[in-house]
């Protein structure tokens, strides 16, 4: 079920003297299964846009298709696309609520309608995905470390066995540990579900790791979508952005620069090592 955005547009404050743009004429298809980086230097536009995908802001102008229906048309059941599509926003620890774990994430499918028996096989099922130990699904959930707090909150999403899940900058404020941790969940839930998966992000390390293709914004507008590799080869246009390119990539150019004869179409460490090891051997 896939997600077409055509000639979308946003506006805040429109028809005021405090308008802008936020999102400008984008267009682009989110396709089964995928993992998409999308990334942008502060007020690009990145939030805005993804809060289109299940319906929380209504474009100025253009469409946005969920399995082939424009999902603002008025006979479309936003419900129906909130279950299918997740929307994890930045921080989504400050929207725990109840006593303990289990309960917190048994709320998303709850309101779902279904029955107490697959509505707690679903937060089990969602809690173990993102590595909560059975020990902790009693406790409150305010007694957790930040990222055991990032992670139920997903869990509360996950649990709605979303086709889609959209995450607004999640490892925002998590410690290099934290952060590790919750995106190895994250690829362990796409492995486990095949469920879609856009991560909006800062770090250049963490899409050019996990993402299987990046969407650039800049200005409100989409730049460059396509592989890793192709889009940090970019590495003087997204410096000017304010984005840069992974530490191992820049380490190459300098390489390069000094007269080592590598490549530096290169994205992750292992791959460096690998492409240093093969020159060492010539």
Sequence with gaps: ???????????????????????????FKIEDGEFIGLIGHTGSGKSTLVQHLNGILKPTSGSVYYDGRDVFDGDF?????????GLVFQYPEHQLFETDVFSDVCFGPKNLGLSKKETELRAYKALKLVGIEDDFFYQSPFDLSGGQKRRVAIAGVL????????????????????????????????????????LVSHSMEDVALYADRIIVMNHAKIVYDDTPVNVFRHYDKLKEMGLGVPEITSAMYKLRAAGFDVPTD?????????????????
């Design 1 to 27: 079920m896939s997600i077409i955005v055509n000639h979308l547009t946003y506006r805040y404050n429109e028809g005021t003297p405090m308008e802008s743009v936020a999102v400008d004429d984008v267009s």
């Design 77 to 85: 059941d936003l419900k129906v696309l909130r279950s299918n599509v």
């Design 266 to 282: 290169i994205i992750t460490v292992n791959d460096a090592v690998d492409a240093i090891m093969k020159i060492m051997r010539a």
């Design 159 to 198: 649990a709605m066995e979303p086709k889609v899940l959209v995450l607004d900058e999640p490892t925002a404020g998590l410690d290099p540990k934290g952060r590790d941790d919750l995106l190895l969940s994250l690829k362990q839930v796409k492995e486990e579900t095949g469920c879609t998966i856009v």
